[in-house]
Nanobody, 116 residues
Framework: QVRVVESGGGLVQPGGSLRLSCAAS????????VNWYRQAPGKEREFLAS????????NYADSVRGRFTISRDNAKNMVYLHMNSLNPEDTAVYFC?????????WGEGTQVTVSS
């Protein structure tokens, strides 16, 4: 059974940084691509960043490009979202989504709150 679990959310002051983690398991070939999304109250889920299975390709939404960085450690089956220069508009539940062939898994999300 494929599964992803997010962690690393919390309360951070404006201008601060956080690193979110996504732990993946059960993917048969360990060749899964990963996307990060977020959803703020009353808003639709928003794509943030993606990374290919090898880690050689990344893509970012305009809203986070230059502030967020996606990376992965395939030896640990971990994908990270490094978030800098956070502002209150970044407050949301952050989700990890992994896909490999016909396998697809969403996590339950981790809350990020940016507030002074």
């Amino acid at each position: 059974q494929v599964r992803v679990v997010e962690s690393g959310g919390g309360l951070v002051q404006p201008g601060g940084s956080l690193r979110l983690s996504c732990a993946a398991s059960g993917f048969p070939g360990s060749r899964y691509a990963v996307n990060w999304y977020r959803q703020a109250p009353g808003k639709e889920r928003e794509f943030l960043a993606s990374i290919t299975a090898s880690g050689g390709g990344t893509n970012y939404a305009d809203s986070v490009r230059g502030r967020f960085t996606i990376s992965r450690d395939n030896a640990k089956n971990m994908v990270y979202l490094h978030m800098n220069s956070l502002n209150p508009e970044d407050t949301a539940v952050y989700f990890c989504h992994a896909t490999e062939d016909t396998y697809d898994a969403w996590g339950e999300g981790t809350q990020v709150t940016v507030s002074s």
